[in-house]
């Protein structure tokens, strides 16, 4: 991921793992996990994504995550602005 920060991609990934948390104006957002062959993929999905995507986000199945790699202090995560479940 590191080198593609600033740039838009799109990956696949098995969602691990989540954490919803709130803006300072009481909005949900949630941070969530990836892992696909390379490893982990640490995500953000601000108030607009997480509403859109969190009834269809849920654990142990692939999804397509489309959005820009960020860089801040040293951490590298995806902010993700769309999302695609990969049907079986």
Known sequence: MPYFV???VSIAGILITGKVVHTKHG???E??????DTGLIETTFFPKAYRRFCSILNGNRPFILY???EEDFGAVTMTV???D???D
């Open 31 to 36: 941070f969530l996990t990836f892992e696909d």
């Open 85 to 87: 479940r990969v049907e």
């Open 27 to 29: 909005e949900p957002m």
């Open 67 to 69: 959005g820009k790699v």
């Open 6 to 8: 600033n740039r838009h």
């Open 81 to 83: 602005t769309r999302v």
